[in-house]
Every structure is written in C-alpha cells, then in structure tokens.
C-alpha cells in the first residue's frame, strides 16, 4: 500500500506529459485553408509533398503549421495615379486573387506569409500606373475603362506567374477626376452628342426630301407613260365595259346608247 503512492505519481506525471504533447500535435485545419508543414530536423518547410488539407492533423510536437487561406479573396486598393497628360486620378479597384495551393511549400519557403504586401500589391500599383499613363482624362472617365481592367490584368499576371499567386480578375471600380476637368469633359460629351443629334437630324430630312422627290418623279413618269397609252378607241371600250357593269345593277336608269361625246352611252337615272 505504501508503494502505490509512488508508482502512480509517474504515472500521472507520464499521462500529463502525454497529454500535452498531443495537444502541441494536434492541428486543425478549416474549411478553406491549407497548412504548409516545417520540419526544423527534416529540411525545414515541405515542398516535395501536398499541403495538409482540411481537417484534424497528428504531426511531431517539434515540428510546426503554417496555415493560409486558399480561397478566392479580394484585395481592394485606392491608388493616386497620372493620366497621359500628367493629371492626378484617383483610380478604385479591386484584385480577385488566390494562392496558388500546389505550390504553397514553395509560396511559404520562398516569399512568405505576407505575400500580399510583398508581391501583390506592389504589382498592381506599377501595372496601374503604367496603364493609365496611356491613356487621357476623357478616355479614363469614358470608354477606355473595360481596355484598362483588361490591360492592368494582363501586365499584373505577367509579372507574377512564377510568383505561386493565383490572379482571377482586376475591377476599376471608379476613377475619380478634379472636378474642373470632369465637368469640361461632361460639357464638352454633351455638345459632341448635340452635334450628333443635330447631323442626324438634317440627314434625316435629307433622306426625306429625296424620297419626296423621287415620289413624285414616280408619279410624274406613270402619268406620263398612261397618257401616250391611252387613245380614243380604248377610251370607248373602256367606257362601254363600264356601262355593261351598270345595266346589271338594279337601279332604275334609263341608257342612251352612242348619244354622249365621242359615241359614248348617256346614262339617266331616276334623278
């Protein structure tokens, strides 16, 4: 009975021990994330192997998790930026990214956990620049926004294809001018569709005019091509057809036959 005391004293003391080194193992990973295992007695980080997925992981209590999201996350950042003509534009956009997951032993080993600030944001800052330095104040708050997403797309892809960062999209979300130069360009689009609408007019009065002309001409043309057609025999057949047509109806007339001019029937009715 004595030396019972003594036995389980250890034995707790393993059990605590045991306890605690599985909870310094013990790892979970959440629904959208992956964990880059480093092994500070085995190479250091992980490369040659898949990151832990999802779920509940045992690894050596020596060892460490490094989790990141690899989900779709966006990134949305307000530059200051200079048009062609060196005019300040506040321009607003938005980065849809995602690290690329196949590759996140190499992400963690070669640029780190703040790969956004390291990489990424500088990349889209420079290809935002150089974008919109192209182009001028009309353009950006006009018709150029859809070729300026597309191009800062582009030339931030570029740059970090052999980054192990996934780029889905970029959106110009708004491009903010002084309010002077915003207020011409709206003057100035608003006399350019005036015109537009003023040119349209008188093309369209023009297009009037000539359908008007070649009515009439029309006109003119099958007056004139009926009057060499018709002669005074034709006249009379034509004019003995009609009374034909009339002596069938049931009105009450009375008909002269070769009495009118040029030995045209007279008709009489009862008024």
Do not use: C
Not at 173 to 184: C, G, M, S, W, Y
């Amino acid at each position: 009975m004595d030396r019972l005391p003594k036995i389980g004293i250890p034995i707790i003391i393993g059990l605590i021990i045991v306890i605690i080194l599985l909870f310094k193992s013990a790892v979970t990973i959440d629904s959208g994330e992956a964990g880059v295992l480093y092994r500070p007695f085995g190479g250091g980080v992980v490369t040659d192997e898949p990151p832990l997925g999802e779920g509940f992981h045992i690894i050596a209590p020596w060892n460490k998790v490094y989790i990141y999201e690899v989900r779709r996350q966006e990134l949305k950042e307000i530059m200051n930026v200079l048009s062609s003509n060196g005019l300040d534009i506040k321009l607003e956009a938005s980065v849809w990214y995602k690290p690329e997951a196949a590759n996140l032993g190499k992400l963690h080993q070669e640029i780190g956990e703040d790969y956004l600030s390291r990489i990424l944001l500088p990349t889209i800052r420079s290809a935002a620049r150089s974008v919109v330095g192209r182009y001028t104040p009309e353009q950006l708050y006009s018709s150029k926004r859809d070729a300026i997403q597309a191009e800062i797309f582009d030339e931030t892809r570029k740059i970090i294809k052999d980054q192990y960062i996934e780029l889905d999209e970029v959106l110009v979300r708004d491009v903010t001018l002084p309010a002077t130069i915003k207020e011409a360009i709206e003057r100035k689009l608003k006399q350019e569709q005036e015109s537009l609408e003023y040119e349209f007019r008188l093309i369209s009065a023009q297009k009037e005019a000539e359908r008007q002309v070649i009515e009439a001409q029309g006109k003119s043309d099958a007056n004139r091509i009926l009057s060499q057609s018709l002669n005074d025999q034709i006249l009379k057949d034509k004019g003995i057809e009609a009374t034909l047509q009339l002596a069938k109806s049931n009105n009450s007339k009375i008909i002269v036959v070769g009495s009118g001019d040029s030995g045209l029937p007279i008709i009489l009715g009862n008024n």
